[in-house]
């Protein structure tokens, strides 16, 4: 494995992990640049926590500069599946308000729901629930 550091034309750096071999190419587009920040959900809720509704606040300004902004979300193992859909379709649309309360422009704000189909991490115990009852936020 080869670990590389690569900065951006604005300065910004980050840490690429990357596969090489002597045929391989790679190449780091900083024009689709992309950010992903984590929101958690306590179970069985859509309500932003104070404690993550103060981080997101906290990169607000990120928000406000994107282009466009993808929030998915996601529930734990517990529940039906329609159930859970609905839950990540409803944390989904609590960090979209959030935002909106702020002044960032709703209509580059794309909100999907995932339900249960895509964990975070594998298995049912207490430490896996809680990482999986999240929502993405994908700034771009």
């Given at each position: 494995?080869?670990?590389?550091?690569?900065?951006?034309?604005?300065?910004?750096?980050?840490?690429?992990?990357?596969?090489?071999?002597?045929?391989?190419?790679?190449?780091?587009?900083?024009?689709?640049?992309?950010?992903?920040?984590?929101?958690?959900?306590?179970?069985?809720?859509?309500?932003?926590?104070?404690?993550?509704?103060?981080?997101m606040c906290a990169v607000m300004d990120q928000y406000m500069l994107a282009k466009r902004?993808?929030?998915?979300?996601?529930?734990?193992?517990?529940?039906?599946?329609?159930?859970?859909?609905?839950?990540?379709?409803?944390?989904?649309?609590?960090?979209?308000?959030?935002?909106?309360?702020?002044?960032?422009?709703?209509?580059?704000?794309?909100?999907?729901?995932?339900?249960?189909?895509?964990?975070?991490?594998?298995?049912?115990?207490?430490?896996?629930?809680?990482?999986?009852?999240?929502?993405?936020?994908?700034v771009e």
């Amino acid at each position: 494995m080869l670990e590389v550091v690569a900065t951006s034309p604005q300065g910004n750096s980050r840490v690429v992990e990357c596969f090489a071999s002597h045929d391989t190419t790679i190449v780091l587009d900083f024009q689709k640049e992309k950010t992903t920040k984590y929101v958690y959900f306590p179970s069985g809720s859509a309500k932003l926590p104070r404690p993550q509704r103060e981080t997101m606040c906290a990169v607000m300004d990120q928000y406000m500069l994107a282009k466009r902004i993808t929030i998915i979300g996601h529930t734990d193992d517990r529940g039906s599946k329609r159930y859970n859909l609905t839950l990540s379709r409803k944390r989904a649309e609590a960090a979209k308000h959030a935002m909106e309360e702020v002044g960032v422009d709703t209509e580059k704000i794309t909100i999907i729901a995932k339900g249960q189909s895509e964990p975070a991490v594998q298995g049912n115990s207490k430490e896996a629930r809680q990482k999986n009852r999240r929502v993405e936020i994908i700034v771009e």
